[in-house]
DNA sequence: GAGCCGATATTCT
DNA sequence: GAATATCGGCTCC
């Protein structure tokens, strides 16, 4: 999984699609199928990383699977998990999963019982990830938050959301079809 | 269902 | 002082 993530992130984003990520806060797990990410690479101008290393971006530099949390337009958190080679600042943006694990608790967090985790500022609410969680490495087993393989989903690419630099690059990666997972139905979207 | 808008923190100009 | 890797609630079809 390590060597899998140490590529640029436009390579590694729709390898990512289909994996597993779990987190455990408080006691309390949850996972998710992973269904959308966008790539970020080191010499990309609509990257946190582009004007080099910030107090902010310092995981973004830190080796693969290093988790990158920020806070996005004052108000939500989004996550991001590092790939490449230590010292080399490319990531994946994690936009959105299906809940296949600790849905109530999900719920719960979330405050409504549908649209859990179909976005980013979503799907770290719904997994409990904060601040705190940025630098955590997400092959730890025995970490808060864990990413493990899945199964392959079929994928498009498409432009980067929310953005005004490097708009041509079609770096979101967007699994398309059924995500088969045992449990509740997964909502829509 | 699509489209506008306010909330709010950190960074950069 | 402006911009931003967003969301939820509101309106108006």
């Known amino acids: 999984m390590r060597s899998l993530l140490t590529r640029p992130a436009p390579e590694v984003g ?24 966008e790539a970020y690479t080191s010499d990309d101008p609509a990257s946190h990383s582009f004007r080099g290393r910030t107090t902010r ?16 337009y004052g108000i939500h958190w989004c996550m991001n998990v590092t790939t490449s080679p230590e010292g080399e600042a490319s990531a994946l943006l994690l936009r959105a999963g299906t809940p296949i694990a600790g849905r109530e608790v999900m719920v719960r967090r979330r405050g409504r019982g549908d649209h859990l985790a179909d976005g980013p500022g979503k799907l770290t609410q719904a997994l409990g990830v904060t601040g705190d969680l940025d630098g955590a490495d997400v092959l730890d087993d025995h970490g808060p938050v864990r990413l493990e393989p899945g199964r392959a989903l079929a994928w498009e690419t498409t432009p980067r959301i929310g953005i005004s630099r490097a708009v041509d690059e079609h770096w979101r990666f967007v699994a398309t079809g059924e995500v088969s997972s045992p449990g509740p139905a997964p909502e829509g979207r």
């Open 14 to 37: 729709p390898a990512i699609l289909g994996c597993v990520l779990s987190t455990t806060i408080d006691g309390e797990t949850t996972a998710v199928v992973i269904t959308e990410v």
């Open 57 to 72: 971006n310092a995981s973004m530099f830190g080796m693969p699977g290093t988790l990158y949390v920020y806070r996005s």
